[in-house]
């Protein structure tokens, strides 16, 4: 809903005087967090942070959590990776009888930044919500950023 669309005034210090004043509870902070470095900052006073917002708009900022945060050795080394890694689940996914745009919409943002990702949305966006609609549109919108970045 259009409340929604917007970030309202947050205020942290709030959450951190609460962590302080209740040591006891796990707090969780959420709201406007756009980057690793502010999880980093944000992990200094509380127990936890969530992202939404900026997860869905550019899920690869997610590739570096395992490796800053839990100090993971082995981090995602591309966007292709990562989509390549995902075509398994997807098929299995699809043989059950789910909608391949409720899977590609988690990703739409995944080349965010990228040359060509628009066409990869665009593409995602037209072709995946088809009833249909299989792997090959989201192998046709990879290879649209591909043509792109070869350019």
Not at 12 to 36: C, T
Not at 58 to 64: G, S, T
Request: proline share 5%.
């Amino acid at each position: 809903p259009k409340e929604n669309r917007e970030i309202p005034p947050l205020t942290y210090d709030w959450v951190y005087q609460m962590k302080r004043d209740l040591p006891h509870l796990e707090v969780i902070i959420n709201g406007g967090i756009g980057s690793i470095d502010e999880c980093e900052n944000h992990l200094a006073h509380v127990d936890g942070v969530m992202i939404g917002r900026e997860a869905y708009q550019n899920p690869w900022m997610l590739a570096e959590v395992d490796s800053r945060l839990f100090k993971m050795d082995k981090a995602a080394e591309s966007r292709d990776d990562v989509l390549t890694g995902l075509l398994p689940y997807i098929e299995r996914q699809l043989a059950s009888g789910a909608h391949l745009n409720h899977i590609t919409r988690h990703i739409l943002g995944l080349y965010q930044g990228v040359p060509g990702a628009r066409k990869f949305r665009r593409h995602l966006s037209e072709n995946a919500y088809k009833k249909d609609a299989g792997l090959e549109v989201l192998t046709d919108a990879f290879q649209k950023v591909r043509q792109t970045q070869m350019y």
